[in-house]
């Protein structure tokens, strides 16, 4: 059946978000290819709309051009995921920091809800949403930070992972997920810089060894 869009706001983006969308769920894996015809039926669009979505997913490196093929979606190598988990490792430690001043109920009270969110994902095994809920916890603090080049990394990082994940389905659905990040909670309530970063260092080379 057609998936029949909305005019507004721009025909373009919601293709885009569809799309996108699709490729972070494994709808689309790698290899799969990307169709401008078929695309703008399944639309029910003109092609224009779709070649600009496909244009920003290149741009965030979700597909590639590929010879005699058109648009495919893109793999992601283990040395990417090593390199994506070391920078993260470097930039949530300035972001803990910077953002654990600013922190009050509020804050930790959506972070609660976010581990909430993760152990009702666990319980029905919905792998995406158990990586959606993650990254909005820890997505938070760089939110946070007040720090826009930090915020930009941590997006064009937080879809490689959710790229990577939807390509291998590589994470720790346990109750000890949910206990760690219980964990983090505590050690941001509790104020220091030094522990808390550490904490989640620790934490996220944990989770490296996991996804590698």
């Known amino acids: 059946m057609p998936s029949k869009i909305m005019i507004s706001p721009s025909i373009s983006e919601q293709v885009y978000q569809h799309i996108k969308e699709d490729i972070l769920s494994g709808v689309y894996t790698p290899g799969d290819r990307l169709l401008v015809l078929e695309l703008a039926n399944r639309f029910q669009v003109s092609q224009a709309p779709v070649r600009e979505a496909l244009e920003r997913l290149k741009f965030d490196e979700l597909i590639i051009g590929s010879p005699n093929k058109g648009s495919v979606v893109s793999n992601i190598s283990a040395k990417e995921i090593r390199d994506i988990f070391e920078l ?27 581990v909430e969110l993760m152990d009702v994902a666990i319980q029905e095994r919905n792998m995406v949403d158990i990586l959606k809920w993650d990254l909005n916890f820890h997505g938070h603090l760089y939110n946070r930070c007040g720090n826009q080049m930090t915020i930009d990394m941590w997006k064009r990082m937080k879809m490689k992972m959710k790229h990577f994940m939807a390509i291998s389905l590589k994470i720790n659905t346990t109750d000890e ?5 219980y964990d983090l909670l505590d050690c941001l309530k509790a104020g220091d810089p030094d522990a808390t970063e550490q904490r989640f260092i620790a934490h996220m080379q944990a989770y490296k060894v996991l996804a590698i």
């Open 177 to 181: 997920m949910i206990r760690e990040h």
């Open 88 to 114: 993260r490792e470097l930039i949530e430690g300035y972001a803990i920091r910077k953002a654990l001043p600013k922190l009050g109920e509020d804050d930790f009270d959506y972070m609660k809800r976010m």
